[in-house]
């Protein structure tokens, strides 16, 4: 189970990667174990805006469904389009090439109220 | 008790395992006000002999169409069950199985689904098909919600010319998800493009055909097929009758986005109604597959690398997905499936073929012979497939009613359904001597 | 593949069907039908012995009640009796067109009639309509008399509530009928809790959907109380039938005060599951509920049976014809067959089964709940999982010894759920075999586990690739 360092993350077991103007988020690589393997994920469209805690997209593993939750207020400027064919990248590479959306975020010092990597991995080890 | 196995002494054996007294025992946390105080007001039960008796008693008390020569379609249609599709389903680990959840022990009744889904793609020329709908009228009623869903509209373009029971099944289904229902008048028994024109914009989900229609005509499909295709987000339903699409053009080829329809007469006898069949099928689209309701079989390798069926996606289903399922549907009509899969197979491409033509000829040779008599008109002449509406001078109730005395069921009283005269149904189960037979008395009446 | 696919039999121009010739001259189909007419059509050409052969290697596929147990819960899995068969298979009976004139069918009507009034006094309800066509067909039903009857009295009400262990078809209906769900937690006991329950009842309530007993087997004891909270708020209660194996001769649900209901023929009243359907799913309501039923109604007048299409307030239509008929047949069958008498002990015998199993389960395996149950119950594979099989591996290793597994993974409120409904047309014998294959099974965990864990060994396929068959969809040949 592995916990990346320098990234943010929610109790809804979403990261988030800080680039130079836009945030980076998908879900952890605890979240892909529990969902078993991914068979079809939902995206937003480009340009959807989304409030803290909204829910933005749906996983679909083979038994059952996950809404994620985005961990910051946004708009969408770019979604994963590879997953729609290839949704195992979010078991195979949650932190890297299974990431979900690209957002511009609205409110910075919303990261602040996210948990850092320790924070994270304490949470989960609770769980 | 013929269906109760257990001994008094073997009941005592479980009564004693589980530490109580009596079997009464068991029931005591029932509130005594919720309990049915005197017996069941039910009558005894019967042996089997008594049972049959009855039974044969109810069914003299019939006159089935063992006795009398019918003309009604009208949504059930009377074509020739081969006796193998019987014998088949009866082998009680097809009838007695439950919903193939546990794939491992039910390769029988999946890889029989996945054979039923792939004849209607074939039929249809549609690219997905689920596993069954429980009949014609309620799967056109889940298709037009899915065309809502998917399209993000609720207008509706419901023409006359489409099955009225259907469209009160569509517009009761339509009452849940608040839909606006669009209903097209039509003159000749045939929808008017320029008509329908008029009515499509950019709210609307998706526009209905019948295939025959409800009349038995052929609607100007091409023509539909172009102006629905020219509104961005409208839909194309259509409602076909599978055993016609033997010798007619796939739906596909008209480009319907989805299609349904009753497949009771694909081998399920008629029933008075039920159970039925109603099948649906979809573009091979992502989005469409998603939304499409029922179950769904697919084929896939186990851990030794051999071929199997399992049922899949059913993520989209209501034992996942609860409240935000694509439908309710569980139980469906799988045992008619099967029937349906083996009276394509025995029929073959050829057999389907012929019992087409064969209702064909036979319905214009009937329709021509009426159309001759004076006093009745065929009103859609031109154009009919099976099914066509005779106009009558003489009042079209009075008229079916004088016949059922010689046996004969002259059609569907098209009264009943708002308009005029008796829509009359020819399949390949209808011979010459019963046609001329309808002729004569017809003649005379 | 065990056993190819039809379409692999096919030669070109083999024949399985027979048509006598056409005896009248043909009309021009070129010439009237151009532009419609099919170039190509795809279906198998077998002979009928392929078709034979083939159906028949599919069965020997498949399991059926009449291969042995099928302790499913929430699906009552009762022996399917032959002589229902041979009542519906009656030529004057089935042979019937829906739209023949109902001076034809007295016989045929007399016996829905006849099915109508035994539900209705199974239930204690007052207006019956046969017209839905499976369990969900009928929960859908109900959903939109409970619409239609807010609607009609001006009341915007916008919640149906759902218990967390309710089958998955409550909420789905609910959602299909326009309604926006609420689900409520069980108590510690496995009953609805009472407290849940006051908070989210409020003037925008429509209904509360219930099965009683519940999906763990229990029964509500504080039936009476629930459904006068909810009509206190001026709610409606909907009691989902699923479960009236567990009360028929004990309670009855117009008596508990649900307003209306659904039955399931093909569970308490043994017709066929025939793999995934056809089922049905009459609805029973109260008086009060009747003019909303779709249409037509089945009545009386004098001696004469007539279907009843003047009825303004009704919901419409669900089904094109009358349901599915052929299944109505077969459940009068069983009921006239049963009696009234049969019918209590039908009840009393399901729940001493399921009771002499739980007694015989629960030292092996956890029971989450220690409350009386009733026909089925719940075991939880949790003490098995921590020793490294899961539930879902239990039920694969239970196929290895020819019998069915029981409902896993529900009710939702139980982790590693096994719910367990054996019925009353299973003995001594076949439950003592059940059991004592659950215990080896329970064993094997100890043992060898890789057995349990690598189950089926023996089924015809072993464990199948879903994550496949869902990521790369094969839906057709």
């Known amino acids: 189970m592995s916990v990346k360092e320098d990234l943010y993350y929610s109790e809804d077991h979403e990261w988030v990667r800080e680039e130079e103007d836009y945030l980076v988020i998908g879900v952890t690589d605890f979240a892909q174990e529990e969902l078993g393997d991914i068979v079809f994920v939902e995206l937003p469209e480009v340009d959807e805006e989304f409030d803290k805690d909204d829910s933005f997209g749906v996983l679909e593993s083979v038994k059952a469904v996950s809404d994620t939750f985005i961990p910051v207020s946004g708009r969408v400027i770019e979604v994963n389009e590879d997953l729609l064919d290839n949704p195992e990248l979010i078991n195979d590479d949650p932190y890297g090439e299974g990431w979900l959306i690209k957002v511009d975020p609205a409110d910075d010092s919303e990261l602040d109220e996210l948990l850092s990597a320790e924070e994270y991995a304490e949470f989960i080890e609770e769980e | ?445 | ?477």
């Open chain 2, 1 to 445: 008790m013929d269906y109760i196995s257990n001994t008094a002494a073997e009941k005592d054996k479980m009564l004693k395992e589980i530490g109580i007294k009596e079997v009464k025992d068991l029931f005591q946390m029932i509130p005594e006000a919720v309990s049915a105080d005197d017996e069941l007001n039910i009558e005894s039960g019967t042996s089997e002999m008594e049972l049959m008796r009855k039974a044969h008693a109810q069914a003299a008390k019939n006159k089935s169409l063992d006795q009398q020569i019918s003309f009604l379609g009208a949504g059930a249609y009377d074509h020739y069950v081969p006796g193998i599709i019987d014998a088949l389903i009866s082998r009680s680990e097809f009838y007695t199985a439950y919903t193939p959840y546990q794939a491992e022990l039910s390769q029988g009744t999946l890889e029989a689904i996945y054979e039923y889904q792939s004849m209607i793609c074939d039929l249809t020329g549609m690219g997905i098909a689920n596993a069954s709908m429980l009949d014609g009228g309620s799967a056109a009623a889940e298709a037009v919600t899915m065309a809502a869903r998917i399209t993000r509209n609720s207008r509706v373009i419901l023409p006359d010319t489409i099955n009225p029971a259907y469209r009160e099944v569509i517009k009761t289904y339509g009452t849940g998800v608040d839909l606006d229902f669009v209903d097209l008048e039509t003159e000749d028994q045939l929808i008017d493009p320029t008509q329908l024109k008029e009515n499509l914009d950019d709210q609307t989900a998706v526009v209905v055909l019948q295939y025959p229609n409800f009349y038995g005509s052929i609607e100007k499909m091409e023509e539909i097929s172009k102006m629905v295709k020219n509104n961005k987000k409208t839909l194309l339903l259509v409602i076909a009758n599978p055993v016609l699409l033997g010798v007619l053009k796939a739906p596909a080829d008209f480009g319907a986005d989805i299609v349904v329809g009753e497949a009771q007469n694909l081998g399920s006898g008629l029933n008075y109604g039920g159970p039925y069949l109603g099948f649906m099928a979809c573009k091979d689209d992502r989005k469409m597959l998603r939304q499409l309701p029922g179950r769904i079989v697919g084929k896939t390798t186990d851990v030794d690398g051999k071929e199997g069926f399992v049922l899949t996606l059913q993520t989209r289903e209501q034992h996942i997905r609860r409240e935000k399922a694509t439908s309710n549907i569980c139980t469906n009509e799988a045992l008619n499936a099967l029937m349906a899969t083996i009276y394509l197979s025995t029929m073959g491409k050829e057999g389907l073929k012929e019992v087409g033509e064969q209702s064909y000829h036979k319905a214009h040779y009937l329709a021509d012979r009426l159309d001759q008599l004076a006093g009745y008109q065929v009103l859609n002449k031109e154009n009919f497939f099976n099914e066509f509406v005779l106009k009558t001078e003489k009042d079209s109730t009075e008229l079916i009613k004088e016949l059922l005395a010689d046996d004969i069921i002259a059609g569907y009283d098209l009264k009943v359904a708002g308009s005029e005269g008796i829509l009359v149904c020819v399949t390949e189960k209808r011979s010459k001597e019963e046609m001329d037979k309808l002729v004569e008395k017809l003649e005379v009446l």
């Open chain 3, 1 to 477: 593949m065990e056993e190819k696919l039809i379409k692999d039999y096919s030669s070109p121009g083999r024949r399985g069907y027979s048509l006598p010739p056409l005896e009248v001259g043909k009309s021009d189909i070129n010439e009237n039908l151009a532009g419609y007419l099919r170039e190509e059509l795809e279906l198998p050409e077998v002979s009928e012995v392929d078709v034979v052969r083939h159906y028949t290697a599919l069965s020997e596929m498949n399991y059926g009640v009449d291969s042995g147990i099928y302790p499913l819960g929430s699906c009552t899995m009762k022996y399917n009796p032959k002589r229902n068969e041979r009542v519906a298979r009656i030529s004057g009976l089935s042979n019937i067109h829906p739209y023949q004139p109902i001076e034809q069918l007295q016989g045929s009507l007399e016996i829905l009639y006849q099915l109508k009034l035994d539900l209705a006094e199974i239930s204690a309800m007052d207006e019956i309509t046969l017209q839905p066509a499976s369990g969900a067909h009928g929960e859908f039903t109900s959903l939109l008399i409970v619409k239609k009857y807010f609607e009609d009295r001006e009341e915007n009400r916008t919640k149906v509530i759902v218990p967390d262990s309710a089958h998955g078809t409550n909420p789905a209906s609910a959602a299909m009928a326009g309604f926006d769900v609420v689900e409520i937690a069980s108590n510690e006991r496995g009953m609805v809790d009472l407290d849940a329950l006051a908070e989210v009842l409020d003037e925008n309530t429509a209904a509360l959907m219930l099965t009683n007993p519940n999906t763990l087997g229990i029964f509500e004891e504080d039936i009476l109380k629930i459904t006068e909270m909810v009509h206190e708020v001026g709610g409606l209660v909907y009691y989902d039938g699923a479960n009236m194996n567990a009360i028929m001769g004990y309670a009855k649900p117009g008596l508990m005060d649900f307003d209306l209901m659904h039955f399931n023929l093909h569970k308490t009243f043994s017709t066929p599951h025939g793999g995934g359907g056809p089922g049905s799913g009459p609805v029973g309501v109260k008086d009060f509920l009747a003019p909303y039923l779709p249409k037509p109604v089945l009545k009386k007048d004098q001696e004469k049976y007539f279907w009843d299409y003047q009825r303004p307030k009704s919901i419409g239509k669900v089904h094109s014809f009358y349901g599915n008929y052929g299944v109505m047949l077969r459940a009068w069958a069983y009921i006239k067959t049963v009696g009234g008498k049969g019918l209590k002990e039908t009840t009393e015998n399901a729940v001493l089964n399921a009771n002499y199993l739980k007694a015989r389960l629960k030292k092996d395996f956890e029971l989450p709940y220690a409350e009386e149950s009733l026909h089925e119950f719940v075991l939880s594979g949790s003490r098995q999982k921590e020793e490294g099989a899961s539930t879902l591996n239990i039920a694969k290793r239970l196929l290895d010894y020819d019998q069915y597994a029981p409902t896993i993974y529900f009710p939702l409120v139980v982790k590693e759920a096994m719910m367990i409904e054996p019925t009353e047309t299973e003995n001594i014998g076949t439950l003592d075999h059940f059991v004592e294959t659950m215990l080896t099974i329970s064993r094997e965990i100890k043992e060898d586990p890789e057995l349990v864990i690598n189950a089926p060994h023996t089924t015809t396929v072993r464990k199948l690739d879903e994550t496949a068959a869902a990521r790369n969809p094969d839906l057709h040949w």
